[in-house]
């Protein structure tokens, strides 16, 4: 079905240009590469899925409780507004915040499927352009994936938050070629990274529990990769060079923190946009999310040497300073081993399966003959 046929408000023009700046650049040397790089390389290829094949999609999802959300979650509960709704209208708020949640990590998706793709054109390293081309791949999966679970099992899309998609053009208007990287795959990944984790960790549903478990494996070779190449390209900056990027990582993340939260939803039920903020603001649980939403990105800034003191500043300010002192290695490595042993899991009990078949098959066929 035609996304345009599910979309709750109109997402306006079908297609959004961004004009490119910035060179497209060519290496003649193919056989200088980081040796870490394109260990990361190798590993993006052998690592290589099929979203069709190893995601059930028959498993089953009601769209009006999609994730297992708890009540607590909503940003309405404990409002008038939540008691006045019957259980029906509850279902249908679930529905278009979990569409909303989805078609936000889907538009993200191909943002980072655009990125990664102009980072194989800009980067000047072959090593880098060979690890971005197996990216560019994972992010389409991604993208892949979240589309049909959009279309198959909610029946409803959402556009693109407006902040969101102004970070994204920042990201992509600009002409240095780490901006990708930093506008990309440290602060949106990062951040869709961590509400991926806490969807994962938390939902109680089969089937997007698969899904981010398996994003969330490609994923973390994403990060090793952002911080990979910044690290060894920030070094070479000077100061005031730094100070530039750790402005826009400072904007980007108050944006994100106070701009990306679902209003749009609220707006949907008849809520002025005005009071939709400060119902947002003011749920205990949606505080505790937002702050954990930084758990992932602060680490990965202060790592890759964009630790000045305003930024320091800032993530104090916003109570997330602490979180710089994360293990990321330690997260990432997490990441992988969950997705593998939900496969492991996922094998064990379709073996059980075929165990059990094969006896009531044995069974029957003694009883027959006996
Ligand atoms: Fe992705
Ligand atoms: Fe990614």
Redesign the pocket.
Known sequence: MPTFDVYANDPGEPIWQVPASGAARFSWEYDDGRERLLALYQKGKDKQWDGQLRIDWDLEVDPYDALGTPEEAMALYGTPYWAKMNERERGELRKHYASWQFSQFLHG?QG?MIC?ARIVESVPDMDAKFYSAT?TM??AR?AEIYGRFLHEKIGMVYPINDNLQSLLGDTLRDSRWDMPYLGM?VLI?GL??AAFGMIRDTTNKPLPKQILAYVMQ??AR??AFGRMALRDYYKQLTDAELREREEFVIEGCYLMRDRLRGVEVLENFGIPKAEAEQLSERSEFLQLFRRLLFSRIVPCVKDIGLWGERLQQAYVDMGVFELGDSNLDLLMAQDEEIAEKLDAERFAAEERERVAEVGEAIEAGQRLTG
Do not use: R, S, T
């Open positions: 998706e980072a990664a990216q994972d992010e991604h795959q990944e869709a990274l490609d994923e994403h990060v």
